[in-house]
């Protein structure tokens, strides 16, 4: 299945891992490590994550506050948005492939 990343996921990505590279080294490897588990998690089962109320599917980060939300569909995996559990809970959905 081919996956395709929104324009604007990097930005969000990077935002993060600036943040929490402020905090510690350790920390910025174990934020790379779940987004890696959670890429991993969508592009083997896409379907498996539940729906968030916007309507895209949402991976959650097993150790940090953030979710990634995407769209499936027959042939192509859209990754849309990184965005944190708890603030700005509308980040990021206007954004479409």
Sequence with gaps: ?????????????REVAMHYAEIS??????????????????????????????GMRRANFRK???HLLYEVDDEVIYLVVLRHDKRQPDYGIGRRI
Aim: glycine share 0%; net charge negative; aromatic share 10%.
């Design 64 to 66: 940090f506050p953030y």
């Design 25 to 54: 080294e350790r920390v910025l490897a174990a934020f790379w490590n779940d987004l890696d588990s959670v890429l991993a998690s969508v592009e083997l089962h896409p379907r498996s994550h539940h729906f968030d109320a916007c």
């Design 1 to 13: 299945m081919q996956v395709i990343r929104h324009q604007d996921l990097a930005a969000d990505i």
